[in-house]
Structures are given as C-alpha cells and as structure tokens.
C-alpha cells in the first residue's frame, strides 16, 4: 500500500472512531462527573415533575361514585361499633372518615360495610369494599393473597381473659381449659402454636364471630377467652361485672392492626398510605384540628409544615390525585393520630388505654411518618 493510500486509510479509521463515541464535553478540573451521566443533585430530583393523577383504578372509581365503601368491624366498642344512635363509632371508623375527607373532601362521603372475620379475605379480593379497616393483623399470607396493607394503625398483642374466682394467673394454669375463639383468625392459629409449644392442653370452643364468642364466654361455655388484648379490654367493658373479669400479663403475639387494599392498585395503596402517614406526622408537628386552617394561612411555619398542608409544593398533592389542601380537609374533619387515639381509647374513655408502642416515634413509641416531599 502507498503512503498516500494508508494516510487515507488511517483518516477515515479515525473519523469512525469519532463518530461512534460521539461529542465530548469536557468535564471541570476536579468535578467528576461526565457530561450526559444521571447524576442530577437532590433538589434536582425532588423538583421533577410528579406523575399525573390516575383517570381510572380504584382512586378514579371512588371519586365518580362519590363514595367511600369501607369494611368494618360493627361489634367492638372502641375501634367500631355501631353507637345507641344507629352510627358507625370507633377508632377504625375514624380512618375512614379520614380517607373520604382526603379523597372526597367530605368525611361522611362513607358506606360502613360490617365485614365478619370469615368475610374479610373475600371481602378485599372481590373488591367488594374499597378499604378494609377491621382490626385485621398484617401476615404474609394475608399481604400476598388478600390485599396490601397500608402502615399499622394499632400495635397490639394477644392476650387471655378469666374470671377473677377462677384464681387462673398464667397460661401454665389452663392446662386441660375449655377456652373461646374466632375462627378465621390469627387468634385461632396463636392458640394452637402457644400452647403447643407450651405443652399446655386445651379444648378450643370456636365461634363465627364476636358476638357468638363473647357470649359463649360470659355464660360460663368456656373458661378463657382469647383475642387482641385491645379486643379484650373493649369486650370487658360490655360485660355485666367487669370486675369479675382479669386480662392475663401473658402476651402470645404480635398483631399489628391496619387498613388494607385490594390488590393490584399502587395508586389507592399510595392513597391509604398517605392519609394514615399524614395523621402521624400532623401529631408530631403539632397540627390539630382546631388549629390546622390557621396554621394552613400562616407563612411563619416550617417548610415541613407548609408542604405537608398543601402551602408549599402542592404539586405531593397533585401527584396523588388529592387536592394540594387534602391534609388540611382530612386534620380538619377528624384530627391527628392523637387526638383519634384519646377521642375512641385514650384517657376519659372506658378504655383508658396507654400509647405505648402507638406513641411517635419521638416519645419512645413505633409511629414514624417518611418525609411529605
């Protein structure tokens, strides 16, 4: 090959090389990073456009129908139970109030469905309820074949009740006991692992629901009762002498209690979530019901504050398809976490139940809401 040939060569050898890496930027002395790479900087990434809002699935469904259809508990005092003036009353029943505030900007936009413990697995996967909020313990199972579960609301634990004249003061007292219990529970499944393990031998008495299983007990058919010690302490109350009646110290469980989904609907999971999130973080920034509109039109609040109530980047409301104000609607019409949680069990109430592990995260207890940005 002649010189003037291989120069040729070599020539179109390098305008190839070029062409297929393309242009290069160079990059600032000390910076490294290339031009064209994704390493866009928080406020970058934060300040990206949210998606739009659904037009179909669950979220769309609610708004054209204008309703909320929420499956719940009708029998248990403190968490829902149907009031001496016909009404839906309780915690639980506060959590839908709280999504229809959110979602229809009307907080008795509500059809209570009583949903038995049996029913609740068909309940959510036939989409017959929007939300399930039925003192319902997140397991695997249930997360894999029934629905999605939104953060836990209530943290509880199983425990054993007796009557006082029984002298019963632990499990190990039982052995050889008659003892109620719902079917179709993570009750029924504890009973049967604990005391296994425990080599305590016993008689199961299992009932459809509450109201058989209670009864049961309080006429002397079994000699314990088991279920949430929350159920427990609520079920206590109703009956005749409550005095005559002890929740054992034993704990058999955990059992996490919260609103669950139908399947297959990321952006009404991101609802549910977000609602119950909100009434976490409302608590721990000092947002109530009586002061939510003033601190909603005030500009000396916090960033966190301003966002979270639609003042600041209503564009987090949008992209869930709420209105920029929903956590101002939503504190307005039923509170924060705190104020539900003492209204239906906390001090004042026949409950007077502590916060323990439902205290914020802030005063030692398990409630934490991610950022709101």
Known sequence: MSRSLLSIATLLILALVVTA?????????????????????????????PAPPPTEGRLALVQDRGNLICGVNDGLPGFGFVNEDGENEGFDIDFCHAIAAAVLGDPDAVEFRPVSADGRPTALQSGEV??????????????????????TTFYDGQGMMVRTADGIEELADLDGATICVQTGTTTELNLADVFAAEGIDFTPLPFGDDTQT????????????????????????????????????????KEPLGPVVPLGDDAWFNVVKWVVYATFEA???????????????????????QRLLG?????????????????????????????????????????????????????????????YR
Do not use: K
């Open 311 to 371: 003042a600041a980047n209503p564009e987090l409301g949008e992209g869930l398809g709420l209105e920029p104000d929903w956590v101002v609607t939503m504190i307005s019409a039923v509170g924060n976490y705190g104020e539900i949680y003492d209204r239906h069990l906390g001090p004042g109430t026949a409950f007077e139940l502590e916060r323990g592990p439902n205290a914020l995260w802030t005063e030692g207890g398990l409630l934490y809401a991610p950022p």
């Open 130 to 151: 929007d939300v399930l909020i039925r003192n319902t313990t997140w397991t695997v199972t249930r997360d894999s074949s029934w629905g999605l579960f939104a953060p």
């Open 21 to 49: 890496c393309g242009e290069v930027t160079p990059t600032p002395s000390g910076s490294g990073v290339a031009s064209g790479t994704a390493a866009a900087s928080t406020e970058e990434s934060e300040a990206a456009t």
């Open 283 to 305: 608590e721990e920034q000092g947002i109530t019901q009586d002061n939510v509109a003033d601190m909603a039109g005030a500009t000396d609040t916090s960033p966190v504050v």
């Open 214 to 253: 209670y009864q049961a007990y309080a006429d002397g058919q079994c000699d314990a009762v088991t279920s949430d010690r929350s159920q427990l302490l609520a079920q206590r109350t109703a009956l005749s002498n409550p005095d005559d009646h002890v929740i054992l110290d034993a704990v058999m469980s």
